[in-house]
């Protein structure tokens, strides 16, 4: 379950720094 969160956790983070980088553009 920990480790499951944490991935979670790490996707959400990838998809904002994702949301971010098409926001520059």
């Known amino acids: 379950m920990k480790g ?3 991935g979670l956790m790490k ?3 990838q998809m ?3 949301m971010k ?3 520059e553009q």
């Open 11 to 13: 996707q959400a983070q």
């Open 4 to 6: 499951g969160l944490a």
């Open 21 to 23: 980088v098409a926001q």
């Open 16 to 18: 904002q720094e994702k």
